[in-house]
């Protein structure tokens, strides 16, 4: 019989697991990056939060997380759609919490218009902020994250990283192209401790989400209660909203010792959309 090798890593997930661990959540004042934002530190994680917001509200924030789940909270501002920025972020954030072992890619922004109409600026803005900012803040802790053999990168994407919707040129085009960049990463990184994956949230309930039921109205010419049942649920089968503390649980787990083989995947949290 063949011998199995006993596992040397810790057995089970336990409630301070990411304790002394650091994590960055870009765009984390909002939404399912706040969700994600508490559910590390929950588990012991260091965090630094990005994003933009009234800056009272920010360092409220801060105090809560840091109160609640005793860890060390740092708020870095950089707009995610300036290179330079999130250079110069990556670099501070390094020389006070120390070196970045979660990263989760999660700020993002929608845009709805059919092609023929679809404003340029907002191209370059969507591509910037929900897919190459991503690139910037991997190469920035790559290779650290490789030189100390132990890293997490998650990218939120979305079930649109997987799928097409009418309206969505920009974003479609941004979520698959962030996947493609997730299993590079994995690959790159797969030798190195580092596990990179992609989280593809169906519709979760959030300030994106009701932005964008106006434009949504406008281009399907559809009251807003029908936006939301013929157009934003129709492919949900369970017809329900996911939530940020379901997706702040997944990313969590990316981030366990149990899940060091999960790596170059494009997991969906979609009730049951991408199944169609
Ligand atoms: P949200 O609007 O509630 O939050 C977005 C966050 O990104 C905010 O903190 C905002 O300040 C920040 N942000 C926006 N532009 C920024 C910039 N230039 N620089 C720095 N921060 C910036 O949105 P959300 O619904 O929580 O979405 C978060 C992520 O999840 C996005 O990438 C989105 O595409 C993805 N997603 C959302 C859903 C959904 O149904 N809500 C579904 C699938 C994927």
């Not at 969700?35 to 924030?61: K, W």
Request: net charge neutral.
């Amino acid at each position: 019989m063949d011998t199995i090798a006993p596992s040397n890593s810790r057995p089970v997930m336990h409630s301070r697991m990411l304790a002394g661990r650091t994590a960055l959540v870009t765009g984390s004042t909002s939404g399912i990056g706040l969700g994600i934002a508490r559910a590390l530190a929950a588990a012991g994680a260091n965090i630094a939060i990005n994003g933009f917001g009234d800056r009272v509200e920010i360092d409220a924030l801060g105090v809560e997380l840091s109160r609640n789940y005793d860890v060390s909270v740092q708020y870095v501002g950089a707009d995610m759609s300036q290179p330079d920025a999130i250079a110069l972020m990556m670099r501070e954030l390094t020389a006070t919490l120390g070196p970045v072992d979660i990263l989760v890619n999660n700020a993002g922004i929608q845009h709805v218009a059919p092609i023929e109409t679809f404003p340029r600026s907002r191209w370059d803005t969507i591509l910037a902020i929900n897919l190459s900012a991503a690139f910037h803040t991997t190469q920035a802790v790559f290779a650290d994250m490789k030189a100390r053999r132990w890293g997490r990168i998650i990218n939120i994407a979305s079930a649109h990283g997987l799928v097409a919707s009418p309206f969505k040129s920009a974003y479609v085009a941004a979520k698959h192209g962030l996947i493609g960049l997730t299993k590079v990463a994995a690959l790159e990184g797969a030798e190195a401790g580092i596990t990179a994956n992609a989280v593809c949230p169906g519709y979760v309930w959030t300030p994106l989400v009701e932005k964008q039921i106006p434009g949504q109205a406008r281009s399907h010419n559809m009251t807003e209660a029908e936006v939301i049942r013929n157009v934003l649920l129709v492919n949900q089968p369970t017809k329900r909203f996911a939530t940020v503390e379901e997706v702040g649980a997944l990313v969590t787990f990316l981030c366990s010792d149990q899940a060091q083989s999960i790596t170059g995947a494009a997991l969906p949290v979609d009730g049951g959309w991408t199944a169609h």
